[in-house]
């Protein structure tokens, strides 16, 4: 009887991720984390999710990529049907790990998550305060 030995899986977990962004978003308090996971597809498939936010209160939403896919992930952030802010801005072709925004009026808005290109991947998206106004 031989031993049999297994080849370790290098995959990034989402927890991983977690973490990950949890330090690139640095000096400010976790508050929730978004997995995203999204097949390839044209037009590039979203991932949407509802968010209640506070008024004067200053908001950091960082993204952080798995290494395990080729998918760049890009967050929106949507009050009704209106864009607020980014992280990946198409007229300079620069992608951002965090945005900080100021929410001036409390409500519901929308985090919208998709892949550049339309490619497939898997990401994190880290909702965190960064202090009050």
């Known amino acids: 009887m031989g031993v049999t030995y297994f080849n370790k899986v290098n995959a990034q977990s989402e927890e991983e991720l977690v973490q990950i962004c949890t330090m ?7 508050l929730k984390d978004f997995r995203i996971k999204l ?18 209160i200053k908001y950091r939403f960082t993204v952080c ?14 009050d009704n049907n ?11 072709g620069k992608d951002y790990p965090y945005i900080d ?3 001036t009026k409390t409500g519901a808005y929308h985090l919208v998550y998709s892949f550049r290109d339309g490619k497939a991947g898997l990401a994190v998206g880290l909702l965190s305060m960064v202090g009050t106004m």
């Open 24 to 30: 690139v978003a640095g000096d400010a308090e976790y």
């Open 101 to 103: 925004w100021v929410c």
């Open 82 to 92: 209106r864009q607020l802010a980014t992280t990946y801005i198409v007229a300079t």
């Open 65 to 78: 990529n798995s290494k395990d896919y080729e998918g760049k992930v890009i967050l929106q952030l949507f």
């Open 39 to 56: 097949d390839a597809g044209d037009p590039p498939p979203v991932q949407r999710f509802p968010i209640l936010l506070k008024k004067d």
